[in-house]
């Protein structure tokens, strides 16, 4: 099996020999590269972009992060790109197992933290390790059993006679009893979903720690039958407090089984791929970070949908969705989250702003804030932009204004930094500070 190949957002991969692998760039088997091309039509099919074609032996990476399994044994690990240095991949691959847990709305552990600095393992092993800890825990409390009603032939009598049907016993079979009863069993939809994840980690794992438990496991649960129909099993998962330690099983069931955000790889030949738009993550990472800092009676949504651009003809036209909107008492802010390095010291450039999404907020605050207060377009803080590199707020007019802030990704307190500032400058009490760029 080939060696896995650890790559970061925007890569180039290709079919010609390189010196060595670096985050960069990197060398893969042409069936690897006619397989991503054919992937990447059927991703451009469905309006999402994961590479593009440079030449005939070059692609190059979209903004996709994850893990990709090629029919040909090939793991490709695509991690977030937020420092230059060459080494960082622990830090990237730790980045991208936090934001995952933030984008699933995952319980965080103290102990499990710990643990995550000790495993440097590709992403995919980390979620089926996180799938056989969450699984081994919930087995040590027991498995939730439910009566089912069966109805079959007995020679004896148990349960409720089916008066009807036995009346319509041909004489041949007048031995027969027709019965009803019910029987306390494991085999219920959310069982059955534990069964089918464990099974695909049973065969994929290549962990010999993952793969020890993944087989104790399933010895446990070897009685259990395969789910028939994964779809209407997710359907049929109950969250009443019964089941409330299921839950924390749930959104890795649904990672494993191709069956949450990811973009799981589709067709005939299904690895463990797990795809996950970069900008996604950010934007579910942020509403975390600042979800844990809310102070008391502020209220956080996201993507709020009840202002639209315009009006014609009676009608509402081009709905308008920020990332977050923030409110406190009478006061609003709108956020945006964008995963995007910028450098403060690039003034000259814009700072390598967006004007599109300066745009885009313009049209949020006259819609959302009535033309007049603050907004904010949130990146990561990185070593060109952070809080000791700060840009400026930007003014539209004199009543309305954008700043632009970073966001520590390594900082459970981020969140805090960034309310602070934007509720001190609702306040009307922002400290001197240089002179703002007018838009």
């Not at 420092?83 to 991208?96: F, M, N, S």
């Not at 690039?346 to 745009?359: A, G, T």
């Not at 603050?374 to 009543?399: C, E």
Request: net charge positive.
């Amino acid at each position: 099996m080939p060696a896995p190949i650890v790559v970061r957002e925007y890569a180039r991969l290709t079919t010609a020999p390189l010196a060595r692998n670096t985050l960069d760039e990197a060398h893969i088997s042409a069936s690897a590269f006619d397989w991503l091309c054919e992937l990447a039509g059927r991703f451009r099919s469905n309006g999402a972009s994961l590479l593009q074609v440079d030449g005939r032996r070059w692609l190059k990476l979209d903004h996709y992060v994850g893990v990709l399994e090629t029919p040909c044994g090939q793991v490709i690990e695509i991690l977030p790109k937020h420092c230059e240095e060459q080494d960082c991949v622990p830090a990237a691959r730790a980045l991208l197992q936090r934001m995952i847990a933030a984008a699933l709305e995952l319980p965080t552990r103290n102990a499990e933290q710990a643990s995550l600095a000790l495993y440097d393992a590709p992403l995919a092993e980390w979620v089926m390790q996180q799938f056989l800890l969450a699984l081994d825990h919930l087995l040590k409390r027991g498995l939730r059993f439910d009566y089912q009603r069966v109805e079959e032939e007995q020679r004896f009598l148990r349960g409720q006679l089916d008066v009807v049907r036995q009346m319509r016993q041909p004489p041949g079979r007048a031995h027969l009893l027709h019965l009803r009863h019910d029987i306390y069993t494991p085999d219920r939809a959310e069982n059955r979903l534990l069964k089918a994840a464990l099974d695909v980690v049973c065969k994929h794992t290549q962990d010999s720690g993952n793969w020890r438990l993944a087989h104790e496991l399933a010895g446990l649960l070897h009685s259990l039958p395969a789910s028939r129909d994964i779809a209407q099993d997710f359907r049929a998962w109950q969250n009443n407090r019964l089941l409330a330690h299921y839950q924390p099983l749930r959104p890795w069931c649904e990672l494993i089984l191709y069956r949450h955000m990811p973009l799981a790889v589709a067709g005939g030949y299904r690895g463990i791929s797990l795809l996950f738009p970069m900008s996604t993550l950010f934007e579910r990472y942020a509403e975390q970070r600042l979800r844990a800092a809310l102070p008391a009676g502020a209220r956080l949504d996201r993507q709020v949908t009840s202002q639209y651009l315009c009006t014609h003809a009676g009608s509402n036209f081009f709905q308008l969705r920020p990332d977050l909107l923030l409110q406190q008492g009478s006061q609003r802010w709108v956020l945006d989250a964008k995963w995007k390095l910028l450098d403060a010291s690039r003034r000259s450039s814009n700072y390598e702003l967006s004007q599109s999404d300066f745009y885009q907020l313009y049209a949020y605050g006259q819609k959302y804030l009535q033309g007049s207060g603050h907004m904010a377009l949130l990146y990561p803080a990185w070593g060109r932009f952070n809080a000791a590199k700060p840009i400026a707020p930007f003014q539209f007019d004199a009543r309305l204004t954008l700043h632009v802030l970073p966001l520590a990704l390594d900082d459970p307190q981020a969140g805090l930094a960034v309310l602070a500032q934007l509720m001190q400058a609702g306040a009307g009490q922002t400290a001197a500070a240089p002179a703002a760029a007018m838009c």
